[in-house]
C-alpha cells in the first residue's frame, strides 16, 4: 500500500529517483531500533498492528527538526489474540501530552466507492451492539453469583 500511495502522488521515475537519492526512504520497523529520524517526516502505517514496545521503540526515534505521522484502523488490528494495540496503547498513554494529537475518522471520511462507508457503518452498529450485549451478559452472570 505505501508504494501504491507513493505512485499515485508522485510519477514512476521521481519515485524511483528519489527512492535511489535517499529522499525517500521506505524501512521497516524492525530497522528502526537505534536510529535517530531528524530532519525528517516519518509515517508509520498500519501501526494497529505494533505492540506497545515496537510503538514506544518508533516515537523514541523522533530527532531535531522531524515530525511524526503515525496512522492505523484500530478496527483492523490483526494481532495474535490477547495481545494489545500499540496504536491504542500510545492513544492511551499520549492523550494530553503537549505536541501530540489524535485524529479519529469516521464512515464520512472514506474515500473509496461509495458503498465503502455503508459497509464501515454496518460493522460499527454490529460492533457496538456486541460490545453492550457482553456488558450485559457479564452484569447478568454477577447478579446470578451475588443471588446464590
Known amino acids: 500500500p505505501l508504494y501504491d500511495a507513493l505512485y499515485d502522488m508522485l510519477p514512476q521515475q521521481q519515485v524511483e529517483k528519489r527512492l535511489e537519492s535517499g529522499e525517500i526512504e ?13 530532519n525528517a517526516f516519518v509515517i508509520l502505517d498500519e ?3 505494533t505492540t506497545p514496545v515496537q510503538m514506544k521503540m518508533f516515537l523514541t526515534r523522533l530527532g531535531e527538526n522531524s515530525c511524526m505521522v503515525v496512522t492505523g484502523d484500530l478496527s483492523q488490528v490483526d494481532l495474535p489474540r490477547g495481545t494489545r494495540s500499540g496504536l491504542r ?3 492511551e498513554v499520549l492523550i494530553g501530552t503537549k505536541g501530540i494529537r489524535f485524529v479519529e475518522f469516521t464512515e464520512q471520511d472514506v474515500v473509496r466507492h461509495p458503498l465503502v462507508s455503508r459497509i464501515v457503518h454496518a460493522y460499527q452498529n454490529v460492533e457496538t451492539s456486541r460490545r453492550a450485549g457482553a ?7 454477577e447478579r446470578e453469583q451475588s443471588d446464590e
Do not use: C, I, K, W
Open 89 to 91: 496503547d500510545a492513544q
Open 47 to 49: 501501526a494497529q498492528n
Open 26 to 38: 521506505v524501512a521497516p520497523l524492525a530497522f528502526m531500533r537505534g536510529r535517530t529520524l531528524s
Open 135 to 141: 456488558r450485559y451478559e457479564h452484569y447478568e452472570s
